[in-house]
């Protein structure tokens, strides 16, 4: 079994006053373009997001093949790695997909060769040069959880903070080359990167 979980509780700020997830890329909220992409690789799908945006998230799937099972902030603004701990609560899967839903660009093949990678494994986690891709990587459900726990215990809500606590394959650009390209971790944060995309989405007909 595996899962995909999205991560959609941010607060756009850079995006300006609407939520970025539900935002209309090329003629579909970008997150539900995020879940099209990687359902076919996945058993589940969970969303992690605030209790304010299940609602216009949920009408992002009224029309869709997935029904995506929702993972609300207990306490909103904790950070994406809380974010992560929250939403793993909701996966019954060994093993999941972490992708934020502002990578509309991911690439399933991708996703698929993580969790490959991961087997046997409590992560696979792409590190392109210094940065680990820590919002499109393949987590062991359990021991992340917990790694991410005990990190928010310690008062540490880095994003990489868990991340020494867990046995992990690491995906050098190398290997990530061969496999995709780095499209696939593109991040839309401000209008301007989000109106290019929704360029590039229509020249290639996507
Ligand atoms: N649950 C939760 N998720 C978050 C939080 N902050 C960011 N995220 C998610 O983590 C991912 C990466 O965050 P960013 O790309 O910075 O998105 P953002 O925080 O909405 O955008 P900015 O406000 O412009 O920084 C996105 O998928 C966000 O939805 C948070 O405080 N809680």
């Known amino acids: 079994m595996r899962a995909a979980l999205v991560l959609a509780g941010g607060r756009s700020t850079r995006f300006g006053d609407r939520d970025k997830a539900v935002a209309d890329l090329a003629g579909t909220p970008m997150i539900r373009r995020v879940v099209d992409r990687v359902a076919g690789v996945v058993d589940e799908v969970v969303i992690n997001c605030r209790s304010d945006?299940?609602?216009a998230i949920s009408d992002a799937f009224a029309d869709a093949e997935v029904d995506p099972a929702f993972a609300v902030d207990r306490e909103p603004d904790a950070g994406p790695m809380a974010g992560i701990a929250r939403g793993l609560e909701a996966?019954?899967?060994?093993?999941?997909?972490?992708?934020?839903?502002d990578m509309p660009f991911v690439d399933p093949a991708f996703a698929e060769h993580l969790f490959e990678r991961a087997a046997g494994h409590d992560a696979a986690v792409p590190r392109l040069d210094e940065w680990f891709q820590t919002t499109q990587a393949v987590y062991r459900a359990a021991p992340m959880r917990e790694a991410c726990l005990r990190a928010l215990e310690r008062d540490?809500?880095?994003i990489v903070a868990p991340l020494?606590?867990?046995?992990?394959v690491v995906l050098d650009r190398e290997e990530i080359e061969r496999v995709t390209s780095v499209e696939?971790?593109?991040?839309l944060n401000t209008r301007e990167e989000f109106d290019r995309a929704v360029e590039r989405l229509r020249g290639d007909g996507r």
């Not at 020494?164 to 992990?168: T, V």
């Open 156 to 158: 540490d809500s880095r």
């Open 164 to 168: 020494s606590d867990l046995e992990k």
């Open 53 to 55: 945006q299940e609602d």
């Open 184 to 187: 696939t971790f593109e991040n």
């Open 91 to 101: 996966v019954s899967a060994e093993y999941a997909f972490v992708v934020a839903c």
